[in-house]
């Protein structure tokens, strides 16, 4: 490859990642309502959940998916389940939040149902990790489609084994670095202040927005047409 073929490559991808998405409220959710750590674990499991979809399409697994209607259609159908799920979660926990907080005296600050800041020993962040490569790999069936029309479009079809290692590599370091700068932004103290105050119709946002998300990608007419 030359080096006009990577910096091409390299940037679209950039951009791509950098586009809001499942994988950039997962960060922000967790980095506001966890704390920066959290929210930088969710960016590792990102980084490494682009890996996968990397290293698959250059094995030539992920094209087995894309055009494999059946296999594709499962695959749509567990991410559309995942990130609708979670969605519910969020707003299911909003609503538990806002119930319990009636119970409270007047003038009494309800607590937010993710507490963030130091106060998340409930809140492993190993498990935070998982979020985010659940989030970009079963949570994000379209990558089957970005990936391969990417490397279909800019990968020589005589790429080296090294230079597969090495793009891999790049992939991964330009996600991680971009969800740990999302992360550590979203953690500055005037941000979490702001998300305690305002948490209730942030998460209906953020909730809502997982489950518009998995909503829209069921394949409607593949399942009813």
Do not use: C
Not at 80 to 108: N, P, Q, V, W
Not at 123 to 139: E, H, I
Not at 204 to 222: E, H, M, R
Request: proline content about 5%; cysteine-free.
């Amino acid at each position: 490859m030359t080096p006009s073929s990577w910096a091409t490559l390299l940037v679209t991808f950039a951009v791509a990642v950098m586009s809001p998405g499942p994988d950039f409220l997962a960060t922000l959710r967790m980095s506001l309502s966890r704390g920066r750590r959290h929210g930088i674990a969710t960016g590792l499991g990102i980084g490494i959940g682009t890996s996968l979809w990397a290293v698959g399409t250059m094995a030539g697994i992920v094209a087995i998916i894309s055009t494999s209607p059946t296999i594709f259609l499962i695959v749509r159908l567990i991410g559309a389940t995942f990130l609708a799920i979670y969605g519910a979660r969020i707003l299911l926990s909003t609503y538990r939040s806002h119930d319990s907080s009636k119970s409270t005296d007047e003038g009494a600050a309800a607590a937010p149902p993710d507490t963030a800041g130091e106060n998340t020993e409930d809140y492993p962040r190993w498990k935070a990790f998982r979020l985010g490569f659940l989030t970009t790999t079963v949570g994000n069936p379209k990558a089957v489609i970005f990936f391969t029309t990417l490397f279909a479009a800019m990968l020589p079809s005589t790429i080296t084994f090294g230079q597969g290692a090495l793009l891999t590599v790049l992939m991964v370091l330009i996600s991680s670095t971009w969800f740990t700068v999302v992360a550590s932004v979203a953690s500055v103290p005037a941000f979490v202040r702001g998300y305690e105050k305002m948490h209730t119709p942030i998460d209906v946002i953020l909730g809502s927005l997982f489950a518009i998300l998995g909503i829209a990608l069921i394949p409607w007419s593949s399942l009813f047409g």
